[in-house]
């Protein structure tokens, strides 16, 4: 038994962090059980010209630059939701997803919208791009703006990924909104959520710093 398979078989649930059609194949074969994706990861994708036909047809479309990155985002991250469909049928809808991520820009600092008209603006992308999906995850960072939306889109029956935690209070923050936003459905134990904290950043910093506090 191969150190993954050791992985999944004691209930270890493996996600990728890729929505690469062709990783994507490999890894569910692997036992992998959902994937997520972000703005970068798709950009790196489109930057191998293994798209180059369907991004010409989209332009051939009229579609502006940024359409034509979110249309792609959009069809990548369907294509991934089709391959763990059979997870998520599986489990009842308790694994099987592939994340979303709304748009970053959103929390550049050159953005003019106030904290709520982000929020607002969250709650809008969250449920157009959710339409219509069932195992899509809602993907928004723990910031000021995408908290403040969480309870709005948990209310609307949205999956959610609620990223970039990196601290007890901001979990607290996000569980705490997503619970309220799930009290006011028809159904709360339909909730679903995630909420991703960023040990990888510990990992860097360990990795640096350990070498010179070892004897």
Not at 79 to 106: H, I, K, M
């Amino acid at each position: 038994m191969t150190g993954l398979q050791s992985l999944v078989a004691c209930g270890t649930r493996l996600w990728l962090d890729s929505i690469d059609p062709v990783l994507v194949q490999e890894n569910h074969a692997l036992g992998a059980t959902g994937a997520t994706s972000n703005p970068i990861i798709v950009a790196d994708l489109i930057k191998t010209g293994r798209f180059d036909s369907e991004i010409k047809q989209l332009i051939g479309q009229g579609f502006d630059d940024s359409t034509v990155a979110w249309k792609m985002t959009d069809q990548l991250v369907s294509r991934a939701e089709a391959v763990f469909a059979d997870v998520y049928q599986r489990t009842s809808g308790d694994d099987g997803y592939v994340s979303f991520e709304l748009d970053p820009l959103l929390e550049d600092a050159s953005c003019p919208l106030s904290t709520a008209e982000r929020a607002a603006k969250y709650v809008e992308l969250g449920k157009a791009w959710s339409a219509g999906h069932t195992n899509r995850m809602i993907k928004v960072p723990a910031t000021p703006a995408g908290l403040a939306c969480l309870e709005e889109l948990s209310a609307a029956g949205i999956t959610l990924n609620v990223t970039l935690i990196f601290s007890s209070r901001q979990y607290q923050a996000a569980r705490d909104a997503v619970w309220r936003g799930a009290q006011r459905r028809k159904d709360p134990r339909s909730l679903k959520s995630v909420y991703s904290i960023f040990v990888s950043r510990i990992d860097v910093y360990t990795a640096a710093k350990v070498p010179s506090l070892t004897p």
